[in-house]
């Protein structure tokens, strides 16, 4: 599979530009995990990190279900990987986790995330609230956090897919 990764508008208006650069980072992180082995997936980026590409990928499946779901809508739903007992549990690989799994998870919470965030203006705040402030969040806020948060770890990826196979670039 080929990700198609397209450049965000740049004479959009506010949402479509937001939601513009929330793809874009979406499309790179897929990018950055394509042509691989499952076990380069699973590569680890330095020690002592557990970070790697199929990590990051869960990471994100349950960052979208924690914004998009949990906090957007309200809806109580358990993280996927994350749990009390192990919160890294995204990057806590096991020998029965694979790719096929990670990925499916990961646009499945995407497409969660698109339609819950269709019924809301950028100004409507979430019907569940902030875990450590308590505060109801604008859908404005969330993608922007989004972004930022997909920016970050495309970061990450660009430097493990180095560390992988040498391939560089935005």
């Keep these: 599979m080929t990700t198609e ?16 650069w929330l793809e874009f980072h979406r499309q790179t992180l897929a990018m950055k995990c394509e042509g691989l082995t499952d076990a380069q997936l ?29 906090i957007l809508i309200g809806e109580e739903v358990p ?7 192990d919160p890294d549990g995204d990057f806590h690989l096991t020998r029965a986790d694979t790719w096929q799994e990670a990925y499916s998870n990961w646009q499945s919470e995407i497409a969660t995330a698109r339609s819950n965030a269709a019924g809301f ?17 604008s859908l404005r806020w969330i993608h922007t956090h989004m972004i930022e948060e997909y920016a970050r770890h495309n970061g990450h990826a660009d430097l493990i897919r180095e560390r992988i196979d040498g391939v560089t670039g935005d």
């Design 42 to 70: 699973r590569t680890a980026s330095v020690e002592p990190s557990p970070m790697s590409l199929m990590g990051l990928v869960r990471h994100m499946a349950d960052v979208e279900r924690n914004w998009y779901r949990r």
């Design 5 to 20: 990764r397209r450049d965000p508008a740049v004479d959009a208006g506010e949402r479509t530009m937001l939601e513009g």
């Design 121 to 137: 203006g950028l100004d409507d705040l979430s019907q569940g609230r902030h875990r450590r402030t308590g505060e109801q969040i």
């Design 79 to 85: 993280f996927r990987y994350w749990t009390d007992e």
